[in-house]
């Protein structure tokens, strides 16, 4: 188990989605002439001129904005998460730095790991805060995921994320109390340089790389800490569909009450770095002090991240300083396929 020297916590969150929204009976009137069953309702689609940059912005602002009297400046960490950044050679995180203004005294920098580059952001800012390095630091999962047309990723790789704020413990809305990682090298989805869509495994998904990490490292959280599923209040697990999180849930001996605040993929599908931290940020807007959280994130190659956090007082005063993730959700604007394939670039000119 992993627990830094001193006690941290999440100061303030904020979550992004941008308001266009696929149905998936979109893709399979275009793909399977509507045969078939679907994994989620819709999914949510960037604008024109939105990218991971311009959604880790907004975010990041959301998440200040429930941190109160925290100045940017004091900010010494900018660590953006995502599979889908703007540029090959440009930090992310120096945009976003830059825009929230955290510059110029801070550290900065992009991070990868398919799905689970958010939670590998937050592990990092907790252990740079809890090291005494820093005071405050800012972990992003954002991205714009990609599906080739008439993939069964289509029907979920969508777009969005959350920024959460990590520092010291007596002015956190959340504290953390210990992670437990599990990797192994897995090849279930990859994408290769010069390549703009990725590949996957199939079914090779499931029960070898979702199912594996995300359970091996739940249990190896509540083993260290001596929990049981019954003490947690609400538990996020990475949202690739409906079924996995459900089934993932399950498995451990959740109950579907303790998954449904942080259960999103139905309305926004899968936001890939993004989708285990907005899904904490949906369940930060509903909870009370002295629920516990597990957090279980997952990214393909493969790993997953679970953290375990208890809600403190604080969260009561700093619930809607911001948006809320359901006023997100709820802001959506119908798109068909068309107009997906025009604002994600599937064009070919």
């Not at 047309?149 to 994320?161: R, V």
């Not at 003490?231 to 996020?236: C, F, L, N, Q, R």
Request: hydrophobic residues 40%.
């Amino acid at each position: 188990m992993l627990k830094p020297d001193r006690e941290v916590g999440i100061i303030g969150y904020g979550a992004y989605i941008p308001r266009y929204r696929l149905p998936a009976t979109e893709v399979a009137r275009v793909w399977t002439d509507g045969q078939g069953g679907t994994p989620i309702k819709e999914k949510s689609v960037p604008g024109l001129d939105e990218d991971v940059a311009t959604m880790s912005i907004e975010a990041a602002r959301n998440c200040l904005a429930r941190a109160g009297d925290v100045d940017p400046a004091l900010i010494r960490a900018v660590w953006v998460g995502s599979e889908s950044h703007p540029y090959a050679v440009k930090p992310t995180a120096t945009i976003v730095a830059e825009a929230i203004g955290a510059t110029p005294h801070t550290q900065a920098g992009d991070w990868e790991f398919a799905c689970k580059a958010g939670s590998e952001a937050l592990q990092a800012a907790i252990g740079f805060v809890g090291s005494g390095m820093a005071r405050y630091a800012l972990a992003i999962g954002m991205d714009t995921a990609q599906a080739r047309p008439g993939d069964a990723l289509e029907y979920t790789a969508s777009a969005g994320g959350a920024a959460h704020l990590i520092g010291p413990a007596e002015e956190a809305l959340a504290i953390f109390e210990g992670s437990f990682s599990y990797v192994t090298d897995t090849p279930d989805f990859w994408r290769r340089a010069y390549q703009h869509y990725p590949s996957h495994g199939g079914r090779f998904t499931g029960r070898p790389a979702y199912f594996k990490h995300t359970i091996a490292a739940a249990r190896g959280l509540m083993e260290a800490l001596g929990t049981e599923p019954g003490d947690y209040t609400h538990a996020i697990f990475h949202q690739p569909n409906v079924r996995f999180p459900q089934t993932a849930a399950k498995k451990l001996g959740f109950t579907p009450e303790q998954i449904e605040a942080g259960l999103l993929a139905n309305e926004i599908g899968n936001t890939y770095a993004g989708s285990s931290l907005i899904g904490l940020t949906a369940v930060f807007d509903v909870a009370a002090p002295g629920d516990r959280i597990l957090l279980v994130s997952y990214g393909s190659g493969a790993g997953s991240d679970a953290i375990s956090l208890r809600v403190t007082e604080a969260v009561l005063g700093r619930q809607r300083r911001a948006p809320m993730t359901c006023d997100y959700i709820a802001r959506r604007v119908e798109i068909d396929y068309a107009t997906y394939v025009r604002f994600t670039g599937k064009l070919i000119q």
